[in-house]
């Protein structure tokens, strides 16, 4: 509950003054385009008020275009939302569901929208959250197949939990290792589009992509936060999610496998690395959230039990975020902590735990707009068709019921600054004790793996975090090798390293997948050696 009811009311009033200027700000930009002249623009001196040119002279304008260069003139801004109200108000209207959102989406991997489209079988379709079920790519088609292309819903204990699962599998190869993909926050596996063909060719792997529970297709139970201590509510937030993982591996009978977490699927990533030791071989953390340590967000207030009721992320232009740029600027101190305070606005609003997308579902017909701020940024580096199909399925998974969305502000505090460092625990991952000691045999104990960070060139995320995570986890081997017993140090296998794809931003598999790929598919292959040099 908020502690401060009068407070609410004023910053609530605020919230809505505050959108309202965006509102008028982005009208007045549309009316500025409608009635923009063709003439050159004139230089406004600082001594006249804006909004008033002095009265000109035909002569005078004449003689002071000669004498100057013409000057390239930027067009005006586009305005937050770009998506005008009777689109919004179409799309709202003929928007198509989630599950066959996420059916457009994985029609455009290759090769398998054109083995459908040759199927003799009138059967024969997209296997998605839509149409549960499988489809194989022949060698005549797919170049690296044949192949299975499989979604399943992996129904899960308990009331309404099932996580949406799609994978793909190399047809008449022993399956050696397993890569599993976990989306970011508010996010879905269908964002992995561009990567499912180039990852499934390494031979020996099966790749799988989960929907968190309650995000994406899977089932959207009540998230529901019981405990009062700060320390326990983030762990039992954390739990809700990787609970559910570690489930799902049963299920699927996997003993190890490769974990690719981007953003918030990454920190939930070190979350199952601590708490289920003993069944990852790799952690690829893909621009990881909630590194660096930050003071601030480790004191933040918190959502009050049952209260279920980024700036560059929504702001950034994708398609200047694909191009090269000048190396980042060096970082002094990963754990730095960030200005504060954040607008009052924003603070309530998290606080309040009121989600980016209950915005979203409170615009009603308007929500293809309100989603359009975020999508247009995010996707205009794709082809138009793409950028359609991303913004009808991203729209899709955001008008949804809320569930593992409202887990924001127990692990974040604003700003998405973690209010339990990943830098703080990341020397223990792979260091875990796995079977207690007993009067009769000693503890066994992991022995390292080797842990990835992941960063575009251009990303909002700090790469400081990664570095330092980076020399922990070193520091956290030496220790190993130091004080290990002599089996313990024989099976040592802990290491780091800190990866920049260029030409990309926080969403890299997204913004330069070629190059993703292409390090995502050298570490299988380092992974796949190491499995068969333990088997043989």
Not at 279 to 288: D, E, M, R, V
Not at 387 to 397: R, V
Request: glycine fraction near 6%.
């Amino acid at each position: 509950m908020l502690k401060n009811p009068t407070s609410a009311v004023v910053q609530s009033r605020k919230l809505v003054t505050t959108v309202s200027r965006i509102q008028h700000a982005d009208n007045s930009t549309s009316t500025y385009k409608t009635n923009m002249s063709t003439e050159e623009p004139i230089a406004v001196p600082s001594s006249v008020p804006i909004g008033r040119l002095p009265p000109m002279s035909t002569s005078r304008r004449s003689r002071e275009q000669a004498q100057e260069p013409k000057q390239v003139v930027k067009p005006p801004s586009m305005g937050m939302f770009t998506l005008g109200y009777r689109e919004a108000v179409y799309q709202w209207w003929n928007s198509v569901t989630p599950t066959i959102a996420e059916r457009n989406v994985i029609s455009c991997i290759p090769y398998l929208r054109e083995a459908v489209a040759a199927g003799a079988s009138s059967t024969a379709d997209i296997p998605s959250a839509e149409r549960p079920g499988s489809t194989q790519t022949s060698t005549k088609i797919d170049p690296h197949g044949p192949r299975v292309w499989k979604s399943t819903m992996v129904t899960l204990s308990g009331k309404n939990r099932g996580l949406n699962e799609f994978s793909v599998e190399r047809v008449g190869e022993p399956v050696d290792d397993t890569l599993v993909m976990l989306h970011g926050y508010g996010a879905g596996l269908g964002f992995y589009y561009k990567n499912f063909e180039s990852l499934s060719r390494s031979r020996g792997w099966k790749v799988y992509a989960l929907d968190w529970l309650g995000m994406g297709n899977s089932t959207r139970p009540p998230f529901r936060v019981c405990a009062k201590d700060p320390a326990a509510k983030i762990t039992e937030a954390e739990h809700w999610f990787i609970d559910a993982l570690e489930e799902w591996r049963k299920i699927r009978k996997i003993e190890k496998f490769t974990l690719l977490g981007h953003s918030l699927g990454g920190y939930l990533g070190v979350s199952y690395a601590l708490k289920y030791p003993g069944h990852l071989n790799k952690l690829i953390l893909a621009s990881p959230v909630g590194v660096p340590e930050d003071p601030y967000a480790v004191n933040a207030d918190m959502p009050e039990p049952m209260d279920s009721s980024f700036q560059e992320e929504f702001t950034v232009d994708q398609q200047s975020t694909t191009e090269s740029h000048d190396m980042r600027r060096a970082q002094p101190d990963a754990n730095a902590p960030k200005k504060r305070p954040y607008p009052p606005w924003l603070v309530w609003l998290w606080d309040a735990n009121v989600s980016p997308f209950s915005l979203i579902r409170l615009a009603g017909p308007l929500g293809p707009r309100v989603a359009s701020g975020w999508t247009s940024r995010r996707f205009n580096h794709l082809t138009s068709e793409e950028k359609q199909t991303l913004h009808d399925y991203a729209y899709s998974i955001f008008k949804q019921r809320g569930s593992g969305e409202y887990v924001l502000p127990y692990l974040l505090a604003p700003g998405a600054h973690a209010r339990r460092p990943i830098i703080n625990r990341i020397h223990r991952v792979g260091r875990q004790v796995i079977r207690p000691a007993t009067e009769t045999t000693p503890a066994v104990k992991e022995t390292g793996y080797p842990v990835v960070f992941m960063y575009g060139e251009n990303d909002w995320m700090d790469v400081a975090g990664g570095l330092a995570s980076e020399e922990k986890l070193k520091q956290a081997k030496v220790k190993a090798l130091l004080h290990g017993t002599e089996e313990e140090k024989r099976k040592e296998n802990g290491g780091a390293k800190v990866i920049i794809v260029s030409k990309a931003g926080h969403h890299l598999y997204l913004d330069n997948p070629d190059e993703f790929n292409d390090y995502i598919c050298k570490e299988l292959e380092e992974t796949r050696k190491d499995t068969l040099r333990d088997r043989a």
